[in-house]
T-cell receptor, first 112, second 115 residues
Framework: DGGITQSPKYLFRKEGQNVTLSCEQN?????MYWYRQDPGQGLRLIYY???????QKGDIAEGYSVSREKKESFPLTVTSAQKNPTAFYLC???????????FGPGTRLTVT | KQEVTQIPAALSVPEGENLVLNCSFT??????LQWFRQDPGKGLTSLLL?????REQTSGRLNASLDKSSGRSTLYIAASQPGDSATYLC??????????????FGEGTQLTVNP
């Protein structure tokens, strides 16, 4: 059963703690993306990776970090430096950077 | 910098009505345009993708058009049903030169179809 999985669905953390969101895909896609969605706003790109061991900052990368050690996995760490981390986080993948993007179910992070 | 605007922000219609959602973008140098559907608390589902060389795409009761020169796209939904209730997002993929092939999203139109 092919697709993109994100875990957990809901995540709660205390302010000042780092937290890592998981994104896995078995679609054999080269490119993977992380977006953030806030109420009433469109998605904003945090980081993207076009190939293993390579990634680039998106529009709002400050306070976030990523790694791409395996083709299937693109974890996102929300660090304590991110000033307003509470949001809905969406991971996506595509065959290559120019192809249609497919999205995971999302992780809702709440930091108090 | 590419900007994408969707109008209206919210729309409520009776079941069976045909409707049009609008999307406009500021930079016409696009690679493609996608329409997505998002149910509350869920991820995005791709509905239609239009390449920059195309004028429209159709899937079932959905038809999306693209007028690149005027920076506009419309999503037409025929014979709307309560199950169509969701937020519809428009996203534009720019060229490598202008935006590094990134997707730029609009804020979405929240559609409610009343039985």
């Amino acid at each position: 059963d092919g697709g993109i999985t994100q875990s957990p669905k809901y995540l709660f953390r205390k302010e000042g703690q780092n937290v890592t969101l998981s994104c896995e895909q078995n679609l054999n896609h080269d490119a993977m993306y992380w977006y953030r969605q806030d109420p009433g706003q469109g998605l904003r790109l945090i980081y993207y990776s076009q190939i293993v061991n390579d990634f680039q900052k998106g529009d709002i990368a400050e306070g976030y970090s990523v790694s791409r050690e395996k083709k299937e996995s693109f974890p996102l760490t929300v660090t304590s430096a991110q000033k307003n981390p509470t949001a809905f986080y969406l991971c996506a993948s595509s065959i290559d950077r120019d192809s249609q993007q497919y999205f995971g179910p999302g992780t809702r992070l709440t930091v108090t | 910098k590419q900007e994408v605007t969707q109008i209206p922000a919210a729309l409520s219609v009776p079941e069976g009505e045909n409707l049009v959602l609008n999307c406009s973008f500021t930079d016409s140098a696009i690679y493609n345009l996608q329409w997505f559907r998002q149910d509350p608390g869920k991820g995005l589902t791709s509905l239609l993708l239009i390449q920059s060389s195309q004028r429209e795409q159709t899937s079932g009761r959905l038809n999306a058009s693209l007028d690149k020169s005027s920076g506009r796209s419309t999503l037409y939904i025929a014979a709307s049903q309560p199950g169509d209730s969701a937020t519809y997002l428009c996203a534009v993929k720019g060229s490598e030169e202008t935006s590094g092939s990134r997707l730029t999203f609009g804020e979405g139109t929240q559609l409610t179809v009343n039985p």
